[in-house]
């Protein structure tokens, strides 16, 4: 039977003195566990508690998952550690009520069960999950700059051990049923049509509820803790600064301190107000944001063609392909294309590991010497080479072979798409797709409009990046569009401190203390110089960028990066480059110089209204090339170290080093500096 019609989000039944308990959370396409979740939540359990059931059944009425976590968008009106640890404490609270019930309680877990919601199902008595590639559970706090603050920190090393559970915590990533039920996560995984039946018969049976084995709890001895924590500190050390990213250190030092629920809601406190974890939120609310923005229309793509089997067309064509969707590569190099495959069987292996779903995907991805696939595509995606003669040539072959309503999209870093328009017939139906390299693990795309791109490729354009599972951000058509223009000067000044002296390795490691991941000299060796050499000499002209003589004569040389074996730095077998020790840093203000230079790019790419405010920067920036996620962006940045002190530190820097850092005119317009994605609290 029916009961509580006041609930808001929650629907509750009884059958056979079993309660099961809906979560449906109004308005949304997933669970989150806000404030008023909550309250609902332990409203019912109040009005349960005291019942002789046999036990409640919690599951989540959405079609992709249990529930993701805590309400994101209100960690944004937090505004002190006080409050924030209250919301801790309030669900820390509703949780110990749950798992003091005095019959079993047993969480049905489908899809995404993270964050909050899986320290919910970790206070129930028994876990029972769907057994497919889409049930996902973990605790990524950390990737907010957090760490779980709903007895998760408490709760997860009993069940699973400590250093498993130290693990989930301190990488943020997330298990399958499979992997959730060989760590003792769940009780059970078992097929969609059997979760109900499964859940009735452990609230019958009542098994023993599952424990880690003691060994599992060894590190926990009061003796081993601090040198657990020690050798755990060493590989965090080498990825994560805690100056940066304090998250995880704090998790090990609740674990060090075997702290119980009230540390740990003190210190989520803490943590939520602090400058990291307010960039990392707003950075991840705005990709929610272009996630939404481009789910509003459909984009009709079941047959995807790629034509260009190099490094780009064909990671295009592989994750396509991994996401579902049938994709033709086409390329009149077989050896290419031979390549190709070879690349996505492995790629295929690591990721899917079951042999049919292998196979399936390997199925869903055909080469394509003579284009055969183009009269079946619903989108192109040309991924040659970066020559706009060769690109607009392809691209009027191909407009007159695909289907009228065939979408059109050029994959290219640089080239306004007026220029390659001017070959079609139709150019309203000609986008520009720019992925990143790495495409498996970059996931931005700039969704390129030129002044003839109709809106209706541009909304196919931006619902099928969200389809592959990436973020679709709205750029003019412009040279270099956003990232590769604000990036372009950063790299160039890097070239430029070389000529000048400086050592490759102080500029890289300037770099990697304030925050980027890579630095810039490595960073163009990795891409390719002979890539960053073309790109800046398309973007010298129209950007006023002088091109270092140091990288021409490196690429002039055959010194290409990377993939040649030595460019800036000379590369191991293993690809890994051979560094120099620095003995004595020069006096050159080298990360002043690189990132004004950056900022500089950023407003300048706002005032000409490449993008459309401030919070699209910040996505292109962090999404695109990584820049300092605790910073939250380039703007974001900007607004700490003030405007003001911005433009007269470039004026400083343009007396003593040149025009290029003339301030840009944008840092004294503060309604363009001002205007935002997301509304400001």
Aim: with cysteine.
């Amino acid at each position: 039977m029916s009961m509580n019609p006041e609930l808001a989000n929650w629907r509750m039944e009884e059958i056979d003195d079993t309660v099961v308990l809906t979560l449906d959370v109004a308005g949304q396409s997933s669970n989150t566990l806000s404030s008023a979740v909550l309250e609902e939540f332990d409203r019912v359990l109040g009005q349960i508690e005291g019942r002789p059931l046999k036990g409640i059944v919690i599951r989540s009425a959405k079609t992709r998952s249990f529930i993701v976590g805590a309400d994101v968008t209100q960690f944004r009106t937090i505004s002190d550690a006080m409050q924030a640890t209250g919301l801790a404490r309030t669900a820390q609270g509703v949780f110990s009520r749950l798992a003091r019930l005095p019959f079993p309680s047993i969480a049905l877990i489908h899809g995404n069960c993270l964050g909050g919601g899986l320290e919910l199902a970790l206070a129930c008595t028994y876990r029972i999950a769907r057994e497919d590639e889409g049930t996902r559970l973990g605790l990524p706090e950390v990737r907010l700059g957090i760490h779980p603050g709903f007895a998760g920190t408490v709760r997860l090393p009993r069940l699973v051990g400590d250093l498993a559970a130290l693990d989930l915590m301190l990488t943020g990533r997330s298990v399958s049923a499979r992997q959730a039920l060989a760590l003792g996560l769940v009780d059970e995984i078992v097929p969609d049509r059997h979760l109900l039946d499964a859940a009735y018969a452990f609230a019958a049976r009542h098994p023993r509820p599952k424990r880690a084995p003691w060994w599992k709890h060894v590190p926990s001895w009061s003796v081993l803790r601090k040198p657990v924590v020690r050798l755990l500190q060493r590989p965090l050390r080498k990825k994560v600064d805690p100056e940066h990213y304090p998250a995880p250190y704090r998790i090990l030092d609740l674990w060090r301190r075997a702290a119980a629920q009230d540390a740990e809601a003190l210190s989520l406190g803490e943590m939520m107000v602090s400058r990291t974890s307010r960039s990392l939120v707003d950075i991840f609310l705005i990709g929610e944001e272009l996630k939404r923005r481009g789910r509003r229309q459909p984009h009709g793509v079941t047959h995807v063609h790629v034509i260009g089997a190099g490094t780009m067309g064909a990671d295009i064509a592989i994750w396509a392909a991994f996401k579902g969707f049938r994709v033709s590569l086409q390329d009149q190099n077989q050896e290419a294309l031979a390549r190709a495959i070879g690349k996505a069987h492995g790629f295929y292996r690591k990721k899917l590991r079951k042999r049919a779903a292998i196979q399936d995907a390997m199925d869903r991805l055909m080469p394509d010497t003579n284009g055969n696939g183009l009269r079946r595509a619903d989108l192109v995606i040309e991924a040659i080479i970066e020559n706009a003669d060769a690109k607009r040539d392809l691209l009027k072959s191909v407009e007159g072979i695909v289907r009228p309503d065939t979408l059109l999209a050029t994959n290219t870093s640089s080239i306004p798409l007026e220029i390659l328009g001017e070959a079609l017939k139709d150019p309203s139906r000609l986008v520009g797709l720019h992925f990143f390299n790495p495409v498996a693990q970059m996931q931005l795309v700039e969704i390129v409009r030129g002044r003839q791109t109709g809106e209706e490729a541009l909304d196919r354009a931006r619902a099928f990046t969200v389809a592959i599972d990436r973020l679709p951000l709205d750029v003019q058509s412009s040279p270099g569009f956003l990232v590769n223009r604000v990036l372009m000067p950063y790299l160039i000044e890097a070239m430029v401190m070389v000529e000048e002296g400086v050592a490759i390795e102080q500029i890289d490691l300037a770099a990697t203390r304030f925050g980027m991941p890579m630095g810039p000299v490595l960073l163009a060796d990795t891409v390719g110089l002979d890539i960053c050499l073309s790109v800046a000499e398309m973007l010298a002209v129209p950007l006023g960028i002088q091109v270092p003589e140091r990288l021409r004569e490196t690429v002039a040389r055959g010194n290409l990066g990377k993939k040649s074996g030595r460019g800036f730095y000379v590369f191991d077998k293993s690809g890994r480059p051979k560094r120099k020790a620095v003995r004595r840093h020069s006096d050159v203000p080298v990360t002043e110089r690189m990132i004004l230079r950056m900022l500089n790019g950023a407003v300048a790419c706002l005032r000409e209204g490449v993008v459309s405010d401030r919070d699209a920067v910040d996505a292109g920036m962090v999404y695109g090339t990584g820049f300092a996620p605790y910073l939250g962006g380039p703007m974001r940045y900007a607004e700490a170290l003030g405007e003001v002190g911005i433009a007269s530190s470039l004026k400083r820097l343009a007396h003593e080093y040149g025009s290029r850092f003339d301030p840009d005119e944008g840092w004294s317009r503060p309604e363009l500096l001002s205007h935002r994605m997301l509304p400001q609290d």
